[in-house]
């Protein structure tokens, strides 16, 4: 300061007791000889705001959901600025509505969203409709501005800021700070609570982007796994689980499905919410009151209008579908939820059913528009699933009708004899089966036996089946030698076929009347029936002969055995035999020790250990169907 020259720049203030300690800029100019004008300016806020705004641009950084963003608002900002209450307005992405997704109360506890009108004649409306920062020094200057919201304010309430949350041009809501002490909200001051809303519309605008792109991720995931579940069942309660399974809880809290029963009305059909509470609180509600197609909002609604139905408005939208006061007290049991959207679900243009997924409070983001075209696309997903079950159900109900029609109605009654079969179809079940088998009377005491295994599924395997069972009726009225009747339905196949068909067929003759009874046997191209004597012992029968349907003159052999008192004859088809566990089979080992497990077993004991045992042969159903007859001499 010997130079003459003026100085600046800053120092610290140490004693206290000659002035106040803190940092301070100063001025010093030289004025005569023996003068120095020196000017002090208290430094201390200005330092102060600039390290709060660092300290919340670090903690900002760090924030990457909404929700994180507005606890910074309230732990780091609003104690430093002094206000005692905070609140924040934001538009919902991709939509026209506006939540209060943050109102904090140093008195009261944490607000959950609730939806907020833009166009209210309040200070945070204005400023979130237009941009326009609004400064309040006291609560007559607020007053008047603003006086349908002076109820809203109490004596803590004395001086307000209101600023926009605006990144670049983009205007998507406000923030406001209340003070309990008068501010006069000097040029300095309302610049760093701009600087400060500033900072939260950066982070709020990426952690909406954050949001926005796992929304879409999860949503398309959600898609790909509705399509792989809906692949794995056609049981239509299983599939409706596994939809909302796969929804709830990565895209929404709840999911409820209706499908419009026989009656014409929309019926329960799957449902699923994060909390056990709520969801045993939907399925109480919807039991009491369930949904009508009159209905002004709601299912009802959406399958009556084929409109979907976005909600945020919860609660005035609950009283609205009120039917009573009860009714209203049970609705009120749904306030958690924040929003919900419904959304028709269609087949061939007309409404079969619809969806709702539910979003509950406290929620990062409420359903808006853009979730729609999402919500339609699942809905659809699930309607072509509805559909699918339903035709599944339908065909394999024809298919179950058309494979009896294809058996014997029931076992006939045979004297002396213990009669026992069954018939499972293979993993397509609602496809007809090739498997067969026959039991008719051919005299007084006689009886034909057939068992048989044609190619293919479906309608043309059914066609071929009827063919070689009446083929053989036939055949075994006009003569009992069985080479005869498989010959006549080798015939039959050749001269019908409009592609190459085949079968393989056992075909036999019981005879009763003679003591013992007498069995013969031919084979024609069939495994080979096993007979298990009263001892124990288990046996093969027959001799291999060529499949039906091939060539002209197949190579055909009659076998004559000779049944006695507690001998059992087993037929059965390849489905039992060739039935896998890995690359192993059953084979005809695997038949042979169950009839020697079930040596002292009745018929139908036996065949029923059988059964079993094919079915639980391996860890998922038999892909071929199987048939098997078992007959025992009493």
């Not at 879409?216 to 056609?234: E, G, K, N």
């Not at 243009?349 to 983001?365: D, F, N, T, W, Y």
């Not at 039935?579 to 036996?606: N, P, Q, W």
Request: net charge negative; aromatic share 6%.
């Amino acid at each position: 300061m010997d130079t003459g020259e003026p100085a600046q720049g800053a120092f610290t203030w140490t004693q206290v007791s000659a002035y106040r300690a803190a940092d301070y800029e100063f001025q010093a100019v030289r004025v005569g000889a023996d003068h120095l004008l020196w000017v002090l300016r208290d430094n201390s806020e200005r330092v102060l705001r600039a390290e709060l705004l660092a300290e919340v641009t670090a903690a900002l950084a760090a924030a990457d959901t909404v929700a994180s963003v507005m606890t910074v608002l309230t732990t780091h900002i609003m104690p430093a600025v002094g206000a005692v209450v905070g609140a924040a307005v934001l538009s919902e992405p991709g939509s026209d509505c506006y939540t209060v997704r943050h109102l904090h109360d140093a008195d009261q506890t944490l607000q959950p969203p609730a939806p907020f009108s833009v166009h209210a004649p309040y200070p945070m409306a204005h400023t979130a409709r237009t941009g326009q920062a609004l400064f309040f020094a006291d609560p007559a200057e607020r007053a008047q501005a603003f006086p349908e919201a002076a109820h809203f304010f109490t004596e803590r309430f004395q001086s307000t800021a209101v600023l926009p949350l605006r990144v670049e041009e983009r205007l998507f809501g406000a923030v406001s700070f209340h003070f309990s002490v008068r501010h006069v909200f000097a040029d300095s001051e309302r610049g760093f609570l701009s600087a400060l809303a500033g900072q939260c519309a950066q982070a709020l605008d990426r952690a909406r982007l954050l949001r926005e792109s796992a929304d879409r991720q999860a949503q398309l995931q959600a898609l790909s796994d509705v399509s792989r579940v809906l692949a794995t069942s056609l049981d239509p309660e299983t599939t409706f689980a596994n939809i909302a399974a796969t929804v709830v809880p990565r895209l929404a809290d709840g999911c409820l499905i209706h499908v419009i029963d026989e009656a014409g009305q929309p019926a329960l059909v799957a449902l699923a919410h994060r909390d056990p509470a709520q969801e045993q609180a939907l399925r109480a509600l919807l039991r009491d009151y369930p949904p009508r197609l009159d209905a002004e909002g709601g299912v009802g609604a959406v399958v009556r209008t084929g409109r979907y139905e976005l909600v945020t408005d919860v609660v005035r939208t609950l009283d609205r579908l009120a039917r009573s006061p009860e009714h209203q007290a049970a609705l009120r049991g749904l306030i958690p939820a924040a929003s919900w959207l419904a959304v028709p679900m269609t087949q061939t243009g007309a409404v079969i059913g619809a969806m709702v997924l539910i979003q509950a409070a406290p929620a990062q983001s409420l359903f808006t528009e853009r979730d729609i075209p999402f919500a339609q696309e699942l809905a659809q997903r699930a309607a072509q699933a509805v559909d699918n079950a339903r035709r599944f159900t339908e065909q394999s109900q024809v298919a179950s009708a058309l494979q009896k029609s294809l058996m014997p109605a029931s076992l006939p009654d045979m004297p002396g004899v213990e009669l026992a079969a069954c018939y499972h179809p293979g993993a397509r079940g609602s496809l007809v089966g090739g498997d067969f088998y026959d039991i008719v009377p051919t005299g007084r005491r006689s009886w034909a036996l057939a068992i048989g295994d044609v190619c293919g599924k479906g309608p043309e395997a059914a066609a071929l089946t009827g063919l070689v069972r009446h083929t053989a009726r036939a055949a075994g009225r006009l003569g009992t030698d069985p080479r005869t009747v498989l010959e006549a339905v080798n015939s039959a196949i050749i001269a019908d076929r409009p592609a190459h068909r085949f079968c393989t067929a056992a075909y036999a003759d019981l005879d009763l009347s003679a003591s013992p009874a007498r069995l013969r046997l031919t084979l024609g191209g069939h495994p080979h029936p096993l007979l298990r004597r009263v001892d124990g012992t288990v046996t093969r029968l027959g001799r291999a002969g060529t499949l039906l349907g091939v060539v002209n003159d197949p190579p055909l052999h009659t076998t004559e055995d000779d049944l006695h008192p507690g001998d059992l004859l087993l037929l059965y088809t390849d489905g039992v035999t060739e039935r896998r566990l890995g690359a192993a089979m059953l084979s005809e080992d695997g038949v042979r020790d169950i009839l020697v497990r079930t040596r002292h077993s009745s018929a139908s004991a036996t065949v029923a250990a059988l059964e079993q045992q094919v079915l639980g042969y391996g860890p998922t159903p038999p892909e071929d169907d199987f048939a098997i007859l078992a007959l025992r001499i009493t």
